[in-house]
């Protein structure tokens, strides 16, 4: 399934290493991201949970934050997870903040819990006969969701795994369970795109979403 696939992971902070033992219980080949150039020959790219201000005040600085929106143009798939999620979101709420935009979601930064809360759930979704746990932390809720997005699992109601074409949201942590269901899927995904997205040039600093 792994054959001529290769996943990146944004490396600035958070739980990227967790998401790396999961690409290796996988058989899938890796390699973080941390500058523009990383993101060459990759075909999905993973944003792991973390403080998305964080994530986005460093990857605007190091050029990263253009790079994604180029891989994105050419049809990369992307896989975030908790502060990932927020990271791809259409609207971001709760405070507001800049965002990919690239899922048709609106999602609430500050959702389940304070700043060291923690859950653990099982719960079903459309990719297994059998339930999969999942772990919350500081999890934010995603409110609605556009008619182009399939939504893959819930709890509580709200929706917690999702799907926009090659882009898939998680708001929790499947990378701390020992279950590979939903990075499987996302292989899968990247997979199916049957392309590698081209090397991404040199990017410009300003771009128009950047500067929302």
């Not at 923690?118 to 409110?143: C, N, Q, Y």
């Not at 893959?152 to 942590?173: E, W």
């Amino acid at each position: 399934m792994s054959e001529k696939i290769k996943i990146g992971i944004l490396a600035i902070q958070g739980d990227y290493q967790a998401h790396s033992k999961m690409l290796d219980r996988l058989g899938v080949p890796w390699t973080y991201i941390r500058r523009p150039e990383d993101i060459d020959g990759i075909g999905g790219i993973i944003l792991p949970g973390g403080e998305s201000t964080t994530h986005i005040k460093v990857m605007r600085e190091e050029g990263v934050w253009d790079a994604l929106e180029q891989f994105a143009a050419r049809g990369g798939a992307f896989f975030g997870t908790c502060a990932g999620a927020i990271l791809l979101a259409r609207e971001v709420h709760n405070p507001p903040q800049a965002s990919l935009a690239l899922l048709d979601v609106s999602i609430l930064r500050n959702g389940y819990g304070r700043q060291l809360a923690s859950d653990v759930h099982e719960g079903k979704t459309k990719l297994s006969d059998r339930p999969i746990e999942m772990v919350f932390i500081r999890a934010p809720i995603i409110e609605s969701v556009g008619e182009n997005v399939e939504v893959l699992a819930k709890d509580a109601a709200h929706p917690v795994l999702v799907q926009q074409g090659p882009i898939l949201a998680a708001t929790f942590h499947p990378e701390l369970t020992n279950d590979p269901t939903v990075h499987r899927h996302f292989v899968e995904m990247v997979r199916l795109q049957g392309h590698q997205p081209a090397a991404a040039k040199s990017p410009e600093r300003a771009s128009s979403r950047a500067t929302r």
